[in-house]
Nanobody, 122 residues
């Protein structure tokens, strides 16, 4: 599986962005998908994950109610809608694919996209 993330950019605090992650391959729907982020000088952290059917989602506590992960298996794409953005959301965001159920750590994921930079100005 090859992943291509896009949609990052510069936004003011309180604004919104939608990240997309396009996957290649016919087995996209078999993978649980996740978003991670990494700010300068910090470790990569889990942001959100979604099951293969979309029926189950998990979120980092600090983004609950502001971010929404979704997927369209027909388009081989997973999305991260980010609303009410804060300066502390500034990071490179990565999408990833996992064959595990309920993956929430980087080691749980098998494939990674290249990352897209989100910068939130305060």
């Amino acid at each position: 599986v090859q992943l291509q993330a896009s949609g990052g950019g510069l936004v003011q605090a309180g604004g919104s962005l939608r990240l997309s992650c396009a996957a290649s391959g016919r087995t996209f729907s078999r993978y649980e998908m996740g978003w991670f982020r990494q700010a300068p000088g910090k470790e990569r952290e889990f942001v959100a994950a979604i099951s293969w059917s979309g029926s189950r989602t998990d979120y980092l506590d600090s983004v609950k109610g502001r971010f929404t992960i979704s997927r369209d298996n027909a388009k081989n794409t997973v999305y991260l809608q980010m609303n009410s953005l804060k300066a502390e959301d500034t990071a490179v965001y990565y999408c990833a694919a996992s064959r595990l159920v309920g993956p929430t750590t980087p080691n749980d994921y098998d494939y990674w996209g290249q990352g897209t930079l989100v910068t939130v100005s305060s």
